[in-house]
């Protein structure tokens, strides 16, 4: 097999996620801005949203660059330093307006306290591609739907009129969480993807059967069913079908498919009855 070679614009991009500036793993900015989008898309803008976005884009920023930090050798820290100084003073700098004039958003300070807790205890074991560790990180990501639905419409976490917001919160956690052991078993579980592959599929058939629930009581379209099913399938057919090529499937064709799908699943949550 020959050497993958390099480009000048991947080697800025490496170079770049190496020192902390940018997160290293593909598709991580579309799990961490699409459920917040989503939020914001579904209770309507809010001039505060001028504040949340930025500051939950740099707030990611840091915890991406501060895993690399807690995982990196002393004599390479350095080299992360200027990034971890410059993400942590854009979220302050963003984030603490944004709480003095919507002390609201400090109730949902319990929601994300474990599963923060529980993603540093997972990086600093070593341990920051273990699926615990991942599905924590997807959570509060996803938590982000009804975090920015509540700022536009001024309320608590547990107010009735975050209704779908939170529905829409279980469904692009479903989703995420499903999409976890599917992605392994394409590309670092592919020598050997049966586990992987059932554990996709058992979750995506969990999820199934709750959107049927949801659309059984008139919070979901029959869209989703469609939609859901197909993913069903997918989460099966594609690492079968991979497993008897000569070649794995294209990282690049699996990662711009999986936006074409994350984008399908927004769709199905912005027109919820159909």
Known sequence: ??????????????????????????????????????????????????????AWFSAFAFFQVFEKWMKAPSSRRSSLQPAFITWTGLTALLGIPLLVVAPRLLAWAPFFAPLVALTLWGVSRGHDRAIATRFS??????????????????????????????????????????????????????????PWIIAGGVLHLLALVGVCCAVWANLLGWSSIVLWVTLLARSLIVPLWQARRAKPIPVIVLGRSEIVWSLLVVASLTIPLI
């Not at 914001?40 to 930025?54: D, E, R, S, T």
């Open 1 to 54: 097999m020959e050497p993958k070679k390099m480009t000048p614009k991947s080697g800025v991009k490496r170079s770049l996620g190496a020192k902390g500036w940018v997160p290293g793993q593909k598709g991580s900015w579309g799990i961490a801005l699409l459920p917040l989008l989503l939020g914001c898309w579904l209770a309507g803008w809010h001039p505060l949203f001028a504040l949340l976005i930025p």
């Open 137 to 194: 990180s997807v959570l509060a990501s996803t938590l982000m739907t009804p975090v920015a639905a509540s700022l536009s419409l001024d309320v608590y976490p547990t107010n009735t009129e975050l209704g779908f917001a939170w529905v829409s919160f279980g469904v692009l956690s479903a989703y995420f969480i499903a999409c976890v052991p599917y992605v392994r078993s394409l590309i670092r579980g592919r020598t050997n993807p049966r």
